[in-house]
Nanobody, 115 residues
Framework: VQVVESGGGLVQAGGSLRLSCAAS????????MGWYRQAPGKQRELVAT????????NYADSVKGRFTISRDNAKNTINLQMNSLNAEDTAVYYC?????????WGQGTQVTVSS
């Protein structure tokens, strides 16, 4: 299974970015995909997840109302629309696919928010 993220970059506070993640390989149709992030000196934390069946979503409290996760089941891709970004959102963002009890991670994409 390959997981590839794209869309990171530098943005000013208050701005927006859109991250994308594409998964390929042997992925069971029922899976959960999501975004996690890790800031310097901090542990990796959940940002948002979305299930393939039904599309149930879960967000960290810190991003609720600002970030929106979506997916295309046919393509095994997810997107993360990030609005009203602030300096605390600066981190490496990782995409994860959970399928049949296995976790597959991407290499991460840097998001930097300048104040």
């Amino acid at each position: 299974v390959q997981v590839v993220e794209s869309g990171g970059g530098l943005v000013q506070a208050g701005g927006s970015l859109r991250l994308s993640c594409a998964a390929s390989g042997s992925i069971f149709s029922l899976n959960t995909m999501g975004w996690y992030r890790q800031a310097p000196g901090k542990q990796r934390e959940l940002v948002a997840t979305i299930r393939s069946g039904g599309g149930a979503t879960n967000y960290a409290d810190s991003v609720k109302g600002r970030f929106t996760i979506s997916r295309d089941n046919a393509k095994n891709t997810i997107n993360l629309q990030m609005n009203s970004l602030n300096a605390e959102d600066t981190a490496v963002y990782y995409c994860k696919v959970r399928s049949l009890g296995m976790d597959y991670w991407g290499q991460g994409t840097q998001v930097t928010v300048s104040s």
